[in-house]
């Protein structure tokens, strides 16, 4: 089992990439790690922090394992097509979408460690503004 650690503003979370389900984004994210962004409050899909990835593509990364209704926790990627490419970061009820409508996204990363401060990243992000997010192999 694969885990990341991410760093995201102040906090520390760890996370289980889901191999077995999305196993072609998760070796295509992993081949990026070490991986800096930019993490935002969402717009459309609810209690959630996005990561804007305009025109990015994940070679090869299609939709596998995907939903629209996940828990708080599930890390999505969305690999673009109605809308821009774009990662999502869920604290609390969500319903994936942009303004063409509701979307699915592959759900590849599962926070394991650090739950009970995923509330804490979406007060963050709505009333401090963007945070630095780092992805690392745990351990890295």
């Known amino acids: 089992m694969t885990t990341l650690r991410i760093t995201a503003g102040p906090l520390t979370f760890v996370a289980r990439m889901e191999e077995e389900r999305a196993p072609r984004t998760c070796a295509a994210f992993r081949a990026l790690l070490p ?3 930019k993490l935002v409050h969402c717009r459309w899909s609810g209690e959630s ?4 990835l305009g025109e990015f593509r994940l070679e090869g990364v299609d939709f596998e394992n995907h939903t629209s209704h996940p828990a708080p926790g599930e890390i999505l990627f969305y690999p673009g097509g109605f809308s821009e ?21 592959n759900h590849f990363l599962t926070v394991v460690e650090g739950r009970e401060q995923l509330r804490e990243l979406g007060r963050l992000t709505l009333w401090e503004g963007a945070q630095d997010i780092l992805f690392e192999l745990d351990g890295a």
Do not use: D, H, K
């Not at 922090?49 to 804007?52: K, T």
């Open 49 to 52: 922090n996005w990561i804007p």
């Open 35 to 37: 991986w800096r962004s």
């Open 85 to 105: 490419t774009e990662i999502l970061f869920p604290y609390g009820g969500t319903l994936f979408s942009s303004i063409v409508g509701q979307l699915a996204a």
